[in-house]
């Protein structure tokens, strides 16, 4: 069988080996005999195995079962190994454990015992891998995989951060607030080769100038009153990695300077201290605000926003990219369920189209505080448009659809017409998963009207 699961028995009986060779097999497991290390090591490198189970003492070498655990632990380390023996030494076994063995059994033993074991030790190996793959992953992709949506616009800047996440450059992101800068700030690091190092965000407009100056830079025991050691900066604390200063148009003046010279020579000086620190940090910078008409006004230093702005990024408004409205939705709900420890919510039609027809001033931040509350409140197993505040639902009756304008050359109406319900259906076809139920629910529709246009655009033979 192409995915049999394959152990390898490591004992110098004979007799042993076959008996655990009967009862694996007949277990389902394809099963490979060794009578020695040097064999078992032999078959090691020549196949992979997804368990091995083998004697501590063999042949009057004591060591015999540690050594070939050694062996495994450099060449094939997420195999797990099952010691057995018939010595009654648990702390030899313990210690084998201790080294790396997933689990140890003693002879004699029940056949049941051994399929038992055999299993679990496959399973806690495939878990691991599982959870190292998913590490990788998530290393690779990092935050990306948390900026939902499927709009021109979202794609467009998914790609960019691709694309300069692993510059040196310093990265403006421009947009709203609610839209999602610092998502994109912390996609940029984690797609970055500095995602092993910090990642430190600091919201330049939620502190005191006061204190803010200390956060980034650090201060000496005296700088000030209540500065009673020394403290570290931001600067220091991120090295090696990024910094995200959130918000910051509404850094002061004062310290625009400071951090000017921070990106110009890479050191920052503590407040209150005389001596330069040398730091390794990539600045990523967040604002809503227009910093160019700002440094043209003089509430910014134009040459500190040259600095900073080397690779903008704009991060559209939600309102701009109502194709990712659903997905969102769908996001927020599966996530605050699960947080809230209820099971799973649908949403009706009408409710999605009241959100998708919202401008959202508040953008994803405030779709995500409309979704908590609706959920929170919720008393059935779907969300209707009554669970919206009152509110949001007023404000997407009020938006006013575009009126369609005649060409002076006239149109077919009827093609027209064919063509905006195939497009209609086919994306709530895609966006139901081909469920014909959930699309006519999406499309307002009965089933059996789906199904009758199916059948006259021809849609039913996909």
């Known amino acids: 069988m192409a995915n049999q699961q394959r152990v390898l028995v490591v004992d110098d009986e004979t007799s042993m080996r076959e008996v655990l060779e009967i009862v694996l097999t007949n277990a389902g497991y394809s099963v490979t005999l060794a009578g020695d290390v040097d064999e078992a090591a032999a ?42 023996t018939a010595h009654g030494s648990i702390e030899t076994a313990v210690e084998a454990m201790r080294r790396g063995a997933i689990d140890y059994i003693q002879k004699p033993f029940s056949n049941d015992e051994i399929r038992l074991r055999v299993k679990r030790a496959i399973e806690q190996r495939n878990l691991l891998r599982e959870n190292q793959a998913l590490r990788k992953e998530q ?23 691709r694309r300069v996440a692993n510059l040196p450059s310093t990265v403006a992101i421009h947009g709203e607030s609610g839209a999602g800068k610092e998502l994109v700030a912390r996609a940029l690091h984690q797609l970055s080769d500095r995602a092993k190092k910090p990642f430190v965000a600091i919201n330049c407009g939620g502190i005191p100038e006061s204190l803010l100056e200390s956060e980034l830079f ?11 050691e020394d403290k570290e900066g931001l600067f220091v604390v991120a090295d090696g990695g990024t910094i995200f200063l959130d918000e910051i148009g509404e850094m002061p003046l004062m310290l625009q300077v400071k951090l000017l010279r ?9 407040v209150g201290g005389t001596t330069a620190v040398k ?17 043209e006004d003089g509430g910014f230093r134009s040459d500190l926003y040259y600095r900073l702005n080397v690779i903008p990024i704009h991060v559209p408004p939600l309102r701009q990219r109502p194709d990712d409205i659903p997905l969102l939705t769908r996001h927020f709900i599966r996530t605050m369920t699960s947080k809230m420890g209820l099971k799973d919510l649908d949403i009706s039609a009408e409710a999605m189209q009241t959100l998708s027809r919202y401008p959202w001033p508040g953008n994803v ?37 575009p009126s369609p304008t005649l060409p002076s050359e006239g149109i077919d109406l009827e093609q027209q017409t064919a063509d905006f319900e195939i497009a209609l259906i086919t994306q709530a ?33 996909n």
């Open 43 to 84: 078959h090691l490198e020549r196949e992979q195995f997804d368990a091995v189970m083998t004697d501590l003492f063999m042949l009057n070498d004591r060591q015999a079962g540690m050594r070939l655990l050694s062996w495994l632990q450099e060449h094939a380390a997420t195999t797990p190994v099952i010691m057995m």
């Open 139 to 161: 290393a690779r992709h990092g935050d990306i995989e948390n900026m939902i949506g499927k709009s021109p616009a979202t794609q467009e800047v998914l790609t960019m951060i």
């Open 218 to 228: 650090g201060h000496k025991k005296g700088a000030f009153t209540g500065a009673v």
């Open 262 to 270: 921070v990106l110009d020579n890479s050191t920052v000086t503590p």
């Open 279 to 295: 730091v390794n940090v990539r600045v990523l910078s967040a604002t809503n605000r227009d910093l160019k008409k700002m440094s």
């Open 365 to 401: 931040r405030e779709l995500g505080n409309v979704i908590e509350r609706a959920v929170a409140l919720n008393t059935v197993d779907r969300l209707e448009v009554a669970d919206l505040p009152q509110q949001l639902r007023e404000a997407a009756s009020q938006v006013k659809k």
């Open 429 to 461: 076809l895609e966006r139901s998963r081909y469920s014909q139920k959930r699309a006519a629910e999406l499309l307002g529709l009965s089933a059996r009207s789906l199904r009758y246009r199916l059948q006259k655009y021809g849609l039913d033979e």
